[in-house]
Protein backbone atom coordinates (compact mmCIF):
# COMPACT_ATOMS: atom_id res chain seq x y z
CA UNK A 1 0.00 0.00 0.00
CA UNK A 2 0.97 3.75 -0.84
CA UNK A 3 2.93 5.56 2.29
CA UNK A 4 0.78 7.75 4.15
CA UNK A 5 2.04 10.61 2.84
CA UNK A 6 1.93 9.71 -0.70
CA UNK A 7 4.41 9.62 -3.06
CA UNK A 8 6.27 12.90 -3.67
CA UNK A 9 5.92 14.70 -6.98
CA UNK A 10 3.32 12.60 -8.06
CA UNK A 11 -0.65 13.04 -8.51
CA UNK A 12 -0.48 11.12 -5.09
CA UNK A 13 1.66 13.53 -2.80
CA UNK A 14 -0.35 14.35 0.32
CA UNK A 15 -0.38 17.38 2.55
CA UNK A 16 -1.36 18.09 6.22
CA UNK A 17 -3.54 21.01 6.11
CA UNK A 18 -5.81 22.36 9.35
CA UNK A 19 -8.27 25.38 9.72
CA UNK A 20 -7.11 26.67 12.99
CA UNK A 21 -9.46 27.24 16.10
CA UNK A 22 -9.73 30.80 15.24
CA UNK A 23 -10.84 29.71 11.25
CA UNK A 24 -13.49 27.06 13.12
CA UNK A 25 -14.83 30.29 15.31
CA UNK A 26 -15.46 32.33 12.35
CA UNK A 27 -16.93 29.42 10.14
CA UNK A 28 -14.82 29.70 7.30
CA UNK A 29 -14.09 25.47 6.86
CA UNK A 30 -16.45 25.08 4.43
CA UNK A 31 -14.39 28.01 2.10
CA UNK A 32 -11.29 26.29 3.09
CA UNK A 33 -12.72 22.91 1.60
CA UNK A 34 -14.02 24.93 -1.34
CA UNK A 35 -10.84 25.99 -2.41
CA UNK A 36 -9.18 22.92 -1.90
CA UNK A 37 -11.56 20.76 -3.78
CA UNK A 38 -12.26 23.75 -6.75
CA UNK A 39 -8.60 23.74 -7.48
CA UNK A 40 -8.66 19.88 -7.99
CA UNK A 41 -7.24 18.05 -4.70
CA UNK A 42 -8.92 14.76 -3.26
CA UNK A 43 -9.60 14.92 0.54
CA UNK A 44 -8.52 11.73 1.95
CA UNK A 45 -8.71 12.40 5.39
CA UNK A 46 -10.70 15.05 7.73
CA UNK A 47 -11.14 15.12 11.49
CA UNK A 48 -12.87 18.24 14.10
CA UNK A 49 -9.80 17.11 17.01
CA UNK A 50 -9.36 19.10 20.05
CA UNK A 51 -5.20 18.51 20.23
CA UNK A 52 -3.92 17.29 23.08
CA UNK A 53 -0.79 19.66 24.32
CA UNK A 54 1.39 17.06 23.56
CA UNK A 55 0.50 16.68 20.20
CA UNK A 56 0.62 20.53 19.55
CA UNK A 57 3.53 20.57 20.80
CA UNK A 58 5.15 17.86 18.61
CA UNK A 59 3.12 18.97 15.57
CA UNK A 60 4.60 22.54 16.69
CA UNK A 61 8.58 21.16 17.58
CA UNK A 62 10.60 23.11 15.16
CA UNK A 63 9.56 26.26 16.99
CA UNK A 64 9.61 25.44 20.42
CA UNK A 65 12.16 28.00 21.27
CA UNK A 66 10.32 31.11 19.49
CA UNK A 67 8.55 33.24 22.16
CA UNK A 68 5.11 32.44 20.24
CA UNK A 69 5.55 28.76 21.25
CA UNK A 70 3.67 28.84 24.64
CA UNK A 71 0.70 30.95 23.18
CA UNK A 72 0.58 29.06 19.95
CA UNK A 73 0.43 25.85 21.68
CA UNK A 74 -2.30 27.70 23.95
CA UNK A 75 -4.81 28.80 21.59
CA UNK A 76 -4.28 25.89 19.84
CA UNK A 77 -5.26 23.41 22.52
CA UNK A 78 -7.75 24.92 24.38
CA UNK A 79 -11.26 23.79 23.36
CA UNK A 80 -12.60 27.46 22.63
CA UNK A 81 -12.80 25.13 19.00
CA UNK A 82 -11.58 22.11 17.76
CA UNK A 83 -8.88 22.29 15.18
CA UNK A 84 -10.35 20.66 11.53
CA UNK A 85 -7.44 18.49 10.71
CA UNK A 86 -7.30 17.11 7.00
CA UNK A 87 -5.54 15.55 4.06
CA UNK A 88 -5.36 16.48 0.79
CA UNK A 89 -3.73 14.62 -2.34
CA UNK A 90 -2.88 15.63 -5.76
CA UNK A 91 -0.08 16.82 -8.09
CA UNK A 92 2.05 19.26 -6.41
CA UNK A 93 -0.09 19.57 -3.25
CA UNK A 94 2.56 20.33 -0.48
CA UNK A 95 3.69 23.24 -2.43
CA UNK A 96 0.31 24.43 -4.11
CA UNK A 97 -1.06 24.21 -0.72
CA UNK A 98 1.42 26.73 0.56
CA UNK A 99 0.87 29.20 -1.79
CA UNK A 100 -2.79 29.09 -1.67
CA UNK A 101 -2.71 29.66 2.31
CA UNK A 102 -0.20 32.57 1.61
CA UNK A 103 2.00 33.81 3.60
CA UNK A 104 2.79 33.59 7.80
CA UNK A 105 1.76 36.87 8.24
CA UNK A 106 -1.53 37.52 6.22
CA UNK A 107 -0.44 41.27 5.72
CA UNK A 108 2.33 39.71 3.52
CA UNK A 109 -0.15 37.57 2.02
CA UNK A 110 -1.29 38.31 -1.68
CA UNK A 111 -4.76 39.07 -1.53
CA UNK A 112 -5.91 36.51 -3.38
CA UNK A 113 -4.32 33.56 -0.82
CA UNK A 114 -6.66 32.00 1.98
CA UNK A 115 -4.88 34.06 4.37
CA UNK A 116 -5.12 37.47 2.32
CA UNK A 117 -8.87 37.35 2.27
CA UNK A 118 -9.49 36.35 5.56
CA UNK A 119 -7.11 36.98 8.39
CA UNK A 120 -4.98 40.34 9.56
CA UNK A 121 -2.87 39.04 12.51
CA UNK A 122 -0.16 36.46 12.14
CA UNK A 123 -1.33 34.84 15.63
CA UNK A 124 -4.73 34.27 14.23
CA UNK A 125 -4.19 32.91 10.74
CA UNK A 126 -6.97 30.33 10.58
CA UNK A 127 -5.17 27.67 8.44
CA UNK A 128 -1.72 25.98 8.63
CA UNK A 129 -0.13 24.29 5.29
CA UNK A 130 3.00 21.66 5.82
CA UNK A 131 5.86 23.96 4.32
CA UNK A 132 7.13 20.36 2.87
CA UNK A 133 6.96 16.78 1.80
CA UNK A 134 8.89 15.62 4.75
CA UNK A 135 7.08 17.75 7.08
CA UNK A 136 3.42 16.07 5.49
CA UNK A 137 4.95 12.55 6.21
CA UNK A 138 5.31 13.85 9.59
CA UNK A 139 2.60 15.64 10.03
CA UNK A 140 0.03 13.28 8.53
CA UNK A 141 1.36 10.62 11.27
CA UNK A 142 0.67 12.82 13.76
CA UNK A 143 -2.37 13.76 12.92
CA UNK A 144 -3.94 10.53 11.07
CA UNK A 145 -1.14 7.54 12.16
CA UNK A 146 -4.08 4.97 13.10
CA UNK A 147 -4.91 2.65 10.54
CA UNK A 148 -7.81 3.31 8.46
CA UNK A 149 -7.76 7.55 9.00
CA UNK A 150 -6.68 8.08 5.52
CA UNK A 151 -8.80 7.10 2.97
CA UNK A 152 -7.45 5.96 -0.72
CA UNK A 153 -10.32 6.67 -3.24
CA UNK A 154 -11.29 7.33 -6.88
CA UNK A 155 -13.05 10.25 -7.82
CA UNK A 156 -14.79 9.45 -11.07
CA UNK A 157 -13.77 12.34 -12.43
CA UNK A 158 -10.41 11.88 -11.48
CA UNK A 159 -8.86 11.80 -15.17
CA UNK A 160 -10.65 15.28 -16.36
CA UNK A 161 -8.91 16.75 -13.45
CA UNK A 162 -5.35 15.17 -13.67
CA UNK A 163 -4.75 14.11 -17.60
CA UNK A 164 -1.97 16.03 -18.96
CA UNK A 165 -2.77 15.80 -22.72
N1 LIG B 1 3.27 32.43 14.69
C1 LIG B 1 3.03 33.48 15.55
N2 LIG B 1 3.90 34.53 15.56
C2 LIG B 1 4.97 34.58 14.73
C3 LIG B 1 5.21 33.53 13.85
C4 LIG B 1 4.34 32.46 13.85
O1 LIG B 1 2.06 33.46 16.29
O2 LIG B 1 5.72 35.58 14.78
C5 LIG B 1 2.34 31.29 14.66
C6 LIG B 1 1.37 31.38 13.48
O3 LIG B 1 0.11 30.86 13.91
C7 LIG B 1 2.03 30.48 12.46
C8 LIG B 1 2.57 29.38 13.38
O4 LIG B 1 3.06 30.09 14.50
O5 LIG B 1 1.10 30.02 11.50
C9 LIG B 1 3.66 28.53 12.79
O6 LIG B 1 4.71 29.35 12.35
P1 LIG B 1 5.42 29.05 10.97
O7 LIG B 1 6.62 29.93 10.87
O8 LIG B 1 5.63 27.58 10.82
O9 LIG B 1 4.34 29.59 9.90
P2 LIG B 1 3.38 28.81 8.89
O10 LIG B 1 4.11 27.58 8.45
O11 LIG B 1 2.10 28.51 9.63
O12 LIG B 1 3.14 29.78 7.77
MG1 LIG C 1 5.07 26.12 9.53
Request: hydrophobic share 40%.
Given at each position: TKPLAGIKNTASERTFIAVKPDGVQRGLVGKIVSRFEERGYKLVAIKAVVPSRALAEEHYADLR????FRGLVEYMTNGKAPVVAMVWEGKDVVRQGRAMIGATNPLE?????IRGQYCVSVGRNIIHGSDSFESATKEIQLW??????VIDWEPANWVWTMAEN
Amino acid sequence: TKPLAGIKNTASERTFIAVKPDGVQRGLVGKIVSRFEERGYKLVAIKAVVPSRALAEEHYADLRARPFFRGLVEYMTNGKAPVVAMVWEGKDVVRQGRAMIGATNPLESSPGSIRGQYCVSVGRNIIHGSDSFESATKEIQLWFGKPGEVIDWEPANWVWTMAEN
